[in-house]
Structures are given as C-alpha cells and as structure tokens.
C-alpha cells in the first residue's frame, strides 16, 4: 500500500496545468514524515559534504544522516570512508570534534581504540571473552562514494552504486570538475518549515519579483528554461541580465574573480539551478557553486546547511573576498526562510486541502512528481513538465502551451527502493 491514496496520487500525476500539489498532510502528518526518513533519507544518496573537508590522512568530519551520527575519515591508504560514530563496547559517540585530525580514535569512556580503517585495536581486559574478536567489533561502516568532490553516504547497504543512482546528472554535468571547489563559507539555518516546502520554495522564480526585488534584478523571473531529466533530479537556467556577472551584491560583479574550470560563454550568462533528489539543492554561479543541504528533523523542522564553493585558486588570490556573494544569499536564504515559515503555518489549517500550480510552476511539480513516484512506488516514473526557453520565444497567447505533454513511463522501481508487496 502506498502511503498516499490512489485519489491523492493521480490529482499529483495529472498534466501539469491539471495536477494538484502534494496534499496538505504530506507536509503535517508524522506518520509520512516517517515513510520519507524510512524510504528515502535512510536509503538513497545523500550528500554529507566535500572530500576536501577530510583531504589528508587522518583527517575527520562529523556527518549526520537520518538522525545516524556518522564520522567520515581519510585513512592512512588514502581512501575516504564512513563509520557509524558509535562505540561497538557501550554504544557512545567516539568522535566528539566536528572536524579534525587524528592519529586513531579513542573512545572516550572505556579508551577502546579504532584504526583510522575502523578496526579495533585495542580494547582492554576482553582477552578471555567468548565469541569476541577485534576483527568483529570495529565501527561499523557506511556506504561511501564521492562525485564532483561531493561526499556521499547511503545507510542502506543495498544501494545501488551511486553512478546508477545519479543517472543521467552524471553526463549532464560532464564539462565541469567541482573536484577543485572547497567551501569558503558555511551557514546553518534552523528553518520551521517542512522540508518539501523549502524544495518547491526553491524550484521555482514566482515568487521572485515580490520576494526577491534583488535577485530578480540579476536573473529576471521570467528568463530562463528547464531541462528534460530522467534520474534523481530537476533543474533548469535563469539568464543574468544587463552586465550582471553572478549572483552577489552590488549589482552582481564578480570582483576579478575567475568563472569555474569548465564554463562555457553561455554558462558565464547564466545560474543553474539543480534539485538533486532527495535533499540537496546544487546551484552553479559563474565563478561559485551554492549547496544547500537539507536535513529534516521533524515534520516542520528543518536544518538547511549552505555552503559557497569556490576554486581553491580564486581563495588563493590576494585580497579575496566573496562577502558580497556571501551576503547576496544570506539575504535571499531569510527571506525564502521567512515564506516556508508562513506557509507551514497556514497549511495547518484544515481549510487548505491542496493548492494549483501557476504556470511558472512546472518545476515544482517536477519535485512534487518525484515525490508522487516515490510514494507510489509503482515502477511508473511520471514524465516532468519541460518549461522551454520563453525569453527568445513569441509572446504566448492566451490558452497556448509550450511544454510538453505529460507522458508516463513504466521503468523498474528506481534506485534503492523494492517493490512493496
Ligand atoms: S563505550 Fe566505548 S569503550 Fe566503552
Ligand atoms: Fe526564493
């Protein structure tokens, strides 16, 4: 039985200009909130952040997925892995820093000791136990993969590869090498918000003119298109205007800063904006990547890490300083924040059902499609909406439509999740 009922999932799986949004209680009801921790956040790829963060041996960083405490460490042989933070002796958390470097970790209450590779190597007065080994008793390891420098983990030792997982983002985003990119700036937001709310937040620029006066200056709402995606995520491309050269204070100046290794002259005109199923938003600036990370704590809780990329060499340069990119989105960030907020608010109340999408609202529907696929977990994966690039087309008369139609796919049940029985 899928968690949403029949009705519920076709008014979401109508063509877009018909279809309803996700139902009020899939942002309300805890019983949802934990089918999307139990088959979703506990199962598919999730980005827990950059292998730049743990580059040489020794070094460490905490990580937290689905509630799991996990330490993410390079070891001695050069290979990044993840362990669940958690002594095998009594269960406590053997790492207590955020980040740092180590020679081995010590549990901090009985002193066992695990290798860098997770293995025990010292436990105390355990000699003479039965049906013990060091061999048996390391920490306990998290599936780990890495692509385009982002750090990945999946607790769900069935995962597929993360290559299938990503699909056709892998291609897609063959001409770039974010490997290079460190974090400059990290910001955390506790966002009271249910986190599909901050996803459809995201997806789409209508509330830009009336919400974002500064950023709608940069990238105007209404230029821009979306890409056709089959895998785990939905994205699309605004158009910076006039001689706006990225996203940051000021009217957007880049302040000498060199684009990303990889970018196109057509990519230098523009932002892309990429929802990487089922919590990460990846957006690509000219001279920097954003990436916000979600982590749902609770129906209407969220944790929204933001961290800004540049070029190892462009925070090399003399004088660098992103601020004005820092502040740009900082800015934005709030007020989006502001709008979840209310919105979780008001869909508390039981006079709102469900809403309909504008028509500059394909790609929310696209987030909310894959939800409805997720839920459904039928094997159907429901054709997404394609808005096509409207800045060099005809103005639109009434009634005409420019996407394409909704089509339904049958494909085998994507990634990690089994068929329900
Ligand atoms: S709980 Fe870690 S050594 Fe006892
Ligand atoms: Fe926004």
């Known amino acids: 039985m899928a968690i949403l009922t029949p009705a519920e999932l076709a008014s979401i799986r109508r063509p877009y200009r018909a279809a309803s949004l996700l139902p009020r209680r899939a942002y309300h009801d805890p019983e949802i909130h934990e089918f999307e921790r139990r ?92 049906d013990f080994s060091f061999e048996t008793f390391g920490l306990r390891a998290v599936r780990l993969a890495t692509w385009q420098g982002f750090v990945f983990v999946s607790l769900d030792p069935a995962a597929p590869e993360l290559s299938h997982f990503l699909a056709d983002l892998v291609p897609h985003w063959n001409r770039f090498d974010f490997g290079r990119l460190r974090s400059a700036r990290q910001v955390r937001y506790d966002v009271g918000s249910n986190w599909k709310f901050i996803a459809e937040n995201y997806s789409e620029c209508y509330h830009c003119p009336g919400l974002h006066p500064q950023l709608n200056k940069l990238t105007p709402y209404d230029l821009g298109g979306d890409y056709e995606s089959e895998g785990p995520w939905e994205g699309g491309w605004m158009e910076l205007a006039g001689n706006a050269e990225t996203m940051a204070l000021a009217g957007g100046h880049r302040d000498g800063r060199p684009a990303i290794l990889g970018m196109t002259p057509l990519d230098e005109r523009r932002v892309y904006y990429y929802v990487l199923w089922p919590n990460t938003f990846i957006s690509i600036h000219p001279d920097y990547v954003l990436a916000h990370r979600l982590v749902a704590r609770g129906v209407e809780r969220t944790t929204v890490v933001c961290d800004w990329l540049f070029d190892s060499a462009t925070t090399a340069l003399p004088g660098f300083d992103a601020s004005d990119a820092y502040d740009f989105w900082d800015m934005t960030n709030r007020q989006d924040w502001h709008v979840c907020e209310l919105q979780q608010q008001g869909t508390k109340s039981r006079s709102w059902v469900s809403g309909r999408f504008s028509n500059q609202e394909a790609s929310v529907h696209a987030f909310d499609l894959m939800c409805a696929d997720h839920y459904a977990n039928d094997g159907i994966e429901t054709r997404r909406t394609v808005r096509e690039r409207y800045d060099t087309l005809p103005p639109k008369k009434r009634g005409e439509r420019w996407d394409c139609d909704r089509r339904q796919v049958r494909r085998p049940p994507q990634g990690s999740r089994r068929p329900k029985t």
């Open 39 to 130: 088959e979703w956040f506990h199962r598919d790829w999730s980005i827990v952040g950059r292998e730049s963060d743990a580059e040489a041996p020794g070094e460490y960083f905490l990580a937290e997925q689905d509630g799991e405490p996990l330490v993410v460490v390079r070891a001695r042989d050069g290979v990044l892995r993840a362990f669940y933070n958690v002594c095998q002796h009594r269960g406590t958390a053997v790492v207590e820093e955020q980040c740092g470097k180590a020679v081995r970790f010590q549990c901090p209450y009985h002193a066992w000791i695990y290798d860098l590779d997770g293995k025990l190597i010292r436990a105390k007065h355990t000699e003479d136990l039965d």
